[in-house]
């Protein structure tokens, strides 16, 4: 065998300057390695960086509008950051006008805890995946829990700021039960715009035929779709 040798690609790109950019002024958590973290359990909830972005999230934060018509409460999604996922594409096309308008300040329920839209390509929100197929029924309860706790903090800190809240999630679904939770804390009206239920076709349609499998699919089926675009006009009517 031939003598291994390193490739110098360096030598290929004379002049070119290390860094151009390197993204500092998305970090909403400053200092230390920028982390990515994937994986399921305790660690993955509750930690450091996640803790202290939920801090400035309550001591700093100021939406960019200032106040809104409506706080919408909207699912995460596996693809980062979440405005290009697939789902929340779907998701914001139905109600593209009043996004437009400014009517609306959508706010994302998870793991990582509460991120307005506006945060969603700043670390470390742009960096975790939490894989819901892993959970058990003790972490679900501690998420249900932990994601009550940061919620609520938020609503209580930032709820005057909308007029009305409402939810668009999976009936079934842990971040639901934490919602629900906050609104009966608070003395709130949160209505939950999805469906409980859609035809099984459609639901094929949106998997394109069992080629993804996630449960959030419901709420971007034709059904969900127009019942979210129906339930936002009605409260902003």
């Known amino acids: 065998m031939g003598e291994k040798r390193s490739l110098n690609l360096k030598a290929l790109c004379p002049g070119a300057p290390d860094v151009i950019w390197d993204g500092s002024e998305l970090d909403w958590v400053r200092g230390g390695e920028r982390l990515y973290f994937r994986g399921v359990g305790l660690k993955y909830l509750i930690n450091d960086v996640f803790e202290a972005g939920w801090r400035k999230l309550i001591e700093e934060y100021v939406p960019p509008k200032g106040r809104y018509d409506l706080c919408l409460i909207l699912p995460c999604a596996y693809g980062k950051p979440y405005s290009q996922s697939f789902i929340h594409y779907a998701i914001r096309s139905a109600i593209k006008d009043y996004l437009l308008a400014g009517r609306i300040h959508e706010v994302i329920v998870t793991n990582a805890g509460v991120v307005p839209r506006d945060l969603d390509e700043c670390w470390p929100y742009c960096a975790y995946d939490w894989n819901p197929t892993h959970e058990t029924k003790e972490i679900k309860e501690c998420y249900t829990k932990v994601l009550a706790v940061r919620l609520e903090a938020?609503?209580?800190?930032?709820?005057?700021?909308?007029?009305?809240?409402?939810?668009?999630?999976?009936?079934?679904?842990?971040?639901?039960?934490?919602?629900?939770?906050?609104?009966?804390?608070?003395?709130?009206?949160?209505?939950?715009?999805?469906?409980?239920?859609?035809?099984?076709?459609?639901?094929?349609?949106?998997?394109l035929n069992g080629l993804y499998e996630d449960p959030d699919l419901i709420l971007i089926t034709k059904s969900a779709l127009n019942a979210l675009r129906d339930g936002v006009k009605a409260l902003l009517t």
């Open 154 to 207: 938020y609503l209580r800190k930032h709820g005057w700021r909308y007029s009305k809240i409402a939810a668009y999630l999976r009936w079934d679904s842990d971040s639901w039960r934490a919602v629900k939770a906050v609104a009966k804390n608070l003395g709130l009206s949160i209505p939950n715009l999805a469906p409980k239920s859609v035809p099984g076709n459609e639901l094929e349609e949106a998997s």
